[in-house]
């Protein structure tokens, strides 16, 4: 069996770990295992390359991405169903896994099905907001990187007060990434583009905050539609000092963690297995904390959205 790996879309880490575990069961299985360098633009353009343990192995706990990936939208050229089958036949490649996030998953998966080129989908995306399934590869290494800024800024917090602390995690249009850390780091309010907030009140929580507590601390995702201008009103409207800490893409970089690195191991030996077993399309998902095979397109679920509950308690805590 003849597998190539596609990256599409923005890189996570863990994609090097799954890389290096399904490089090892492959070759323990005889089989042969190739990687586009620049996604799926790079397979249409046969930059396709083999991989080995040897030269995975090494790369297992690094962040980002071995395979160079890409957004460029290339399957929309009218014939390229006729280069993808072309490139895939000169290799002689059997099925492909694909990494990726909710567009690639959505979008491009559905075209290789119909097109007959046998897929496992590996969501990928630290921004944990693909429909079908609870967590996404790299998810747990972006909240882990997050709590490193989250440590300085408590310590700050503590030994100078009067001061209001402002932590911007990365998620695109979505909270569960800012969410997670507020909950996680016990922030005294956060805001996620999903659900509204009005400036009176976090004006008036976070003065109780600093008075309280002698500074607070505020997470908030990039899609919040304020949170360039954020920091500057918040000032206006307390007239307390602000500090504006932004993770931006270093937090993307993150180095895998443990829970990444076991999600890898699974998604690897899933994808492997239902390949073998000729699964012709199948999604790699976590349901109810458990790694299993979605066999079929990963379609007809409703978007996820933020934990409520979670939102309103760190909202609503008087702490």
């Known amino acids: 069996m003849r597998t190539l790996f596609v990256v599409s879309g923005g890189d996570a880490p863990g ?3 799954v890389l290096a575990h399904y490089t090892a069961l492959a070759t323990a299985h005889g089989d042969e295992v190739f990687g586009a360098q620049g996604g799926l633009a790079g397979v249409l353009s046969g930059q396709i390359v083999p991989l080995t343990p040897a030269l995975l192995t090494p790369w297992a706990g690094q962040s980002g991405s071995y395979l160079l990936s890409s957004r460029d939208p290339v399957l929309k050229q009218a014939d390229a169903r006729e280069q993808l089958a072309e490139a895939l036949i000169r290799h002689s490649i059997d099925n492909v896994i694909l990494f990726g996030g909710d567009g690639t998953l959505r979008y491009v998966a559905p075209l290789l099905s119909e097109w007959g080129i046998p897929c496992i989908g ?38 100078l007060h009067q001061r209001i602390f402002i932590l911007e995690t990365l998620g695109g249009h979505t909270g569960f990434l800012a969410l997670e850390v507020a909950w996680g780091a016990g922030a005294h309010a956060v805001l996620v583009p999903e659900y509204p907030y009005d400036n009176d009140w976090l004006a008036e929580r976070l003065t109780r905050m600093v008075n309280r507590h002698g500074y607070a601390l505020l997470v908030l995702s990039e899609g919040v539609s304020a949170s360039r201008t954020l920091a500057e009103d918040i000032f206006k409207w307390t007239n307390i000092r602000v500090r504006d800490t932004r993770l931006g893409h270093a937090q993307r970089g993150a180095k895998p963690s443990h829970g990444d690195r076991a999600l890898a191991a699974y998604m690897a030996r899933l994808a ?47 702490r």
């Open 15 to 17: 994609i090097n770990t």
């Open 122 to 159: 590996l969501p990928t995306t630290i921004d944990n907001d693909i429909a079908g399934t609870e967590q996404t590869l790299g998810f747990d290494s972006a909240c882990n990187y997050a709590y490193q800024a989250v440590d300085g800024i408590l310590a700050t917090g503590h030994a």
């Open 272 to 318: 492997h297995q239902a390949l073998h077993d000729g699964i012709q399309t199948g999604t790699v998902v976590v349901r109810q904390g458990r790694p299993l095979l979605h066999e079929g397109l990963l379609q007809g679920y409703p978007p996820r959205l933020p934990a409520r509950d979670l939102y309103d308690q760190i909202n609503g805590d008087e």
